[in-house]
């Protein structure tokens, strides 16, 4: 079925085109990304370079090359492929093309194109390609590069590996060492600022051909293979190539590791490689996968959403984040905000909770790094970087963006006022404790991080003394246009909430791990001085209420009284298209309009708000937001799904899952790329099912359901582990079907509005409407 | 003598030019006024109108006529006189001009012109004219207009009123009633948003001439008499006129008030009136004149400030502000801001305290506007307007400035974060009870002022309990390119001062004046609890210190962690020259560049800083200031006076007493007119002298003196009175001689150095360096 113009859907497990399309090459580039969380391999053609935006993008390789952004770098691209005949360049915009079908395989992360050109001299050639990124070992890259011709030609066949990469913010590498290994090509570079070594080593096999001889071709940053040969018409000519990627901050002798692994790697075919990495997709698909009935373009969408989360996480590790654009290009630093367990960690948590473990793990082992940023901005405890690398050290810039009218730069205050990134850790910590039941976690590392989440609040916290409440001042909630505000109640209700779960864990620690507890407090000399600070804190903060008769919260201490408008309004008064609307000076700032979900984002976190609340505050903020963040439409659609707006959250749903797809956000604000795809969507996916239609919550220990579907919805299915526990929940119009898997170990509870029903291992339970 | 390009002096009593100049007409309009505290007068010529910036301000007609800004009226022009000699118009810039001379008589408030004319028909004519504005009679200007010809010549004489008058931002009144009232002419007018009425009625006498008729011509607002007449060579004949204005919140008919008092002053001569006016200003120098031997210069620009900062205050109300620019334009909205206590009042306190009285019982009579604030913004007690009309409500509009280069208006925050407006006023009413030792007045004004004023500081601090301190958080302090800061050592210390103020009253009004005290505390409902509250935050407010090492005082926290440039380098950065420097995105926003005086201004309140802290903050301050205000280098002469700068500090007084009298500051910024004389300057002039080079300090009611003079000044005498003794001072190079006056009723001590001498009421003391 078609989803959109040029963009297609069989199963609900592929996406692909049927023609090619230009100006859409940066979309697509990011779109058809193969991925295995250690690397991103862009959708790109196989003779494309640096001007079509080719990028094989690698985590933990930090450097900065402009003085000013510090971002992943791109590796030299070893799948470069160039194909001749008769002299003529095979490739996708010159010629004629037919049978052309380019995409992405979801189901096993495949990419692929195939597609009929015709030359000048009327000669045709078939091509087909395919490549992976290997979940088997994350370091490679196989490639099947194949082509018949229509009648005899000369074939000039040039394959190996092409330095010249895109580069967001300038050039990383102060060396490239052009190398022929054996019969592996390699080139071996050195990043301009910290010195990582990141080598790329290739080795290709030939099927359907013998070159008259192998020509190689070291020019500026390219090492390359030049295979010369006549070929006859309907001999299939393939070439298997692999590519093996390392740096040093993987091994200490990247380079040899990476010959190593492609030693290996090419004594398989490339189908052979194939098959074990598809293993491994349905292995993650058979844990992770939502099934919709009666809406394949959802279906698809959905897919394509949870295929990208997946693809973006550096699961393997528990040092690394998960970038914002994940590793679709550099932008946004390949570096984790609170998209990170806000938006991409739940899927995990409900599907692969060690996934989610890892992550967390990060935010402890960055806890230096935050830290040291509370430190030098006058606070204690932690205070975790707006935009978190690998150390966990600040890296937003203090001029994110510029005043594109005046050219000056915007001194915008993400890092240092939008403290609401340190317990929405807090938060996700909890959840995970929550839902995995891995207490363990938190003696061992969550006790350490909230304990210093919160002593990090209290120190920022101003007490008001005629007021008798603490109060959070000058802050950055998730609506960024609104810089510089007061008690913003999304901050103010997640710091309480912090603080209440350092006082649970406190308490619980000194029944259960008295040991542990004491060692602690004197590693991060923790006094109770402070646990009784923390407990009047968490008393005394004030959080907005629900106004008694609107029952609308208000954002932030004065937003009522700001000008009431609409988005669309403000689009009228811009000055220039390309205009930051928030801070300073931009069009937002003295208005209602929000970039994103602020108070309806913290609905979706806390489960304490009454529908009538949810519903005046959704009535009065939905149309006040401008969805400027790719955060926003799926708070909207949860919230929806649980006040009874069911195709209002649908079409936010389609709205959240398509940012990417149908490509409707900006690739450029206030000057500066912001491209590539939205992972923090992409995670949301998921919860917009799971946590809006199907509404599930964890109350006292039970799954609680409350379920809404679409009216195209014939029904969703879905798996989900809690506490080490597995279960499939099936929805429909009429009923919630819940099945326990046999390997479990507890009988559990689960709730549908006020009934409890109890579920064994191995039976299924029907609760009908 | 010359003081600059043609502006001179004979005796160091006037001002005067020798040659007209077009291009200085808003200025010279401005310097040359003539006013009483009541109305102003502008420096301009009979025959200009409108365009010529003719303005005769009234006070009390706070009005607004473009929906934005609420200012004072001009009245119509009662001086209007227009000559034509054989039809040809005799006037300033046609025809050729000798024997010119025009200036200001700063002795009597007299305002004179005296030229030659040549018309094009070869006659000359020579013109004097003499006005000013009645301290006998504040609503009356006399004038005298007198001429000759050269040759026999038809004269026309057209004189009376034109109420087509310069106004800043629209018309105000929606009504002109032209009358002619038995032989006197009258315009009354009505303002458009409150119906005030402000009526002028002008009278006349003419000697010399006798016209054939009187014509009277009403034209569109306007109403004239047109005389006509034969002049023979070498007769003189002399127009006196007399103007008398009312409006109707000085009485209720207006009208009918002004035609008496005018028919009253027509009753003397322009001579007799200019007598009884010479009397008056007689006495106020002799109360106020500080005499500087060996300096022409220095003494002509001193006496101009001091003149003007008189004819700036409404000296006859105890309902009436200083107006940021006086009476000489209507710039600054006629409204006070903290000038009138800071810079205008301390002249008065020490010459003519029931003038400070006046001004401080005007900020008790516009209480209730700063209740009214404090309440609208979240507080309590008393926030005084930043900018103060008749009612002390809020005059600043929210945005005052524009960004030149989008053409957006700005959102400042001088009205809502600029706090420090409140406890200077407590400042200034506590220093008003240290000189005149007036308790009644604290009693019975001040107390309740700075009750509230303390009650508002409470309930605006926060209070750290990380740091057991409290804390002031987003202000502006006197430096306004700085807003958003926290702790402004200036606000931080003024507020401690209160504070401990506000505990002194309650303590002695305990002791002193019980029934008062509890009267007062229930008609404010002020309790104990909140007396205790007060006690506690003295104690504990913040304030930042010296540094050990640098002996450094902190603008405000994060003040030494912003870009270290100067004025001249940031100057270069400007886009456009009319920007604005500050918030929120001028180019001095991230800067150490500070607009005025801040660290150096608490110096000037607060005799609590060694010698060693004022020098090190001077030398680093001072460099990185602009003097983006007129209030700024007063500030540094004084400093630098108390810290042996003496040259640097006659630098800074030159400076500071010549901002108008040489036109220095700019009279457009961020689009908005700031022209007009700058009469904290002019308070300011005082001060450099007392407060600076004569040291004066009061000390344990000991008259203090710490006198250095500049290498130019041989001597310098002043006038003081204290606790209702007067004094004279004469400090040299080499001696201070206090002398009591004969009526004095008490012993003083002076101090100097650690010498105190106690000198008796008639006695005189010598005090040998
Ligand atoms: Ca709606
Ligand atoms: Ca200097």
Known sequence: MELKNNLYTETGWEIFEREYEDEQMVTTGSNYLIGNGYLGYRGTFADWTANEYVACIVTDTYDMADGKWRELCNAPNGLYTRLEVDGERVTINKGEISNYRRGLNLREGLYSEEFTWKGNKGNKVHIETARFASYHNLHLIPFRYSFTVEKEAEITLVTGIDGVVWSLNGEHFKKYDLKKIDKYLAIETVTGERGIQLDVVEGYRLDGATPRFEKIIKEDRKILRELKFKLSPGTRVVLEKVISIYSSNDIKNPLDQAQKDLEKALQSTFTELREKNRANWINFWNRTDIKIKGDLKGQTALRFNLYHNRIATPAHSDRLPIGARGLSCQAYQGAAFWDQEIFNMPMFLYTSPE??????????????????????????????????????????????????????????????????????????????????????????????????????????????????????????????????????????????????????????????????????????????????????????????????????????????????????????????????????????????????????????LHNIFSKGVMKANYDYYEPRTQHGSSLSPSAYSIIASQIGYVEEAYSYFIKSCTIDLYNTNKAVSGGTFIGGIHTAACGAAWQMVVFGFAGLKIDNDNLSFNPVLPSKWDEINFPLQYKNNRFNVVITKSQLKVKSSEENKETQKIRYKDDLTEIRPGDEVIIPF
């Open 355 to 604: 996934t989610a473990c890892n992550i967390l793990k990060y935010r402890y082992h960055t806890l230096d790094g935050a830290r040291k940023k509370a430190r030098k901005l006058g606070y204690r405890g932690a205070f975790y970087a707006w935009v978190s690398g690998k150390t966990g050290e600040e890296l937003c810039p203090s001029y994110f963006f510029k005043d594109v009218i005046s050219g000056r730069k915007i001194h915008n205050h993400f890092n240092d006022w939008q403290i609401h990134i340190s317990p929405d850790i807090a938060y996700a910590i909890w959840h995970y404790f929550q839902v995995t039941g891995d207490w363990n976690f938190i003696v061992n590392y969550g006790a350490e991080m909230i304990f210093e989440i919160s002593r990090f609040l209290y120190s920022h916290a101003y007490f008001k003394k005629d007021k008798n409440r603490f109060e959070f001042i000058r802050l950055l909630g998730p609506d960024e246009y609104h810089e510089n505000v007061d008690n913003n109640a999304f901050t103010n209700y997640q710091a309480k909430y912090t603080l209440e779960r350092a006082l649970d864990i406190y308490n619980k620690m000194k029944d259960e791990n008295k040991k542990e507890l004491e060692y602690l407090m004197e590693k991060i000399e923790l006094t109770e001085k402070e646990i009784e600070d923390w407990k009047e804190m968490a008393e005394l903060i004030y959080l907005p209420q629900p106004d008694e008769e609107t029952l609308l919260i208000e954002q932030f201490d004065g937003y009522f009284d700001l000008e009431d408008t609409r988005p669309d309004e403000l689009e009228k008064r811009l000055l220039d298209p390309g205009e930051y609307w928030g801070w300073p000076n931009g069009v937002a700032v003295e208005t209602q309009v929000t970039k994103q979900a602020d108070v309806i984002q913290l609905f979706c």
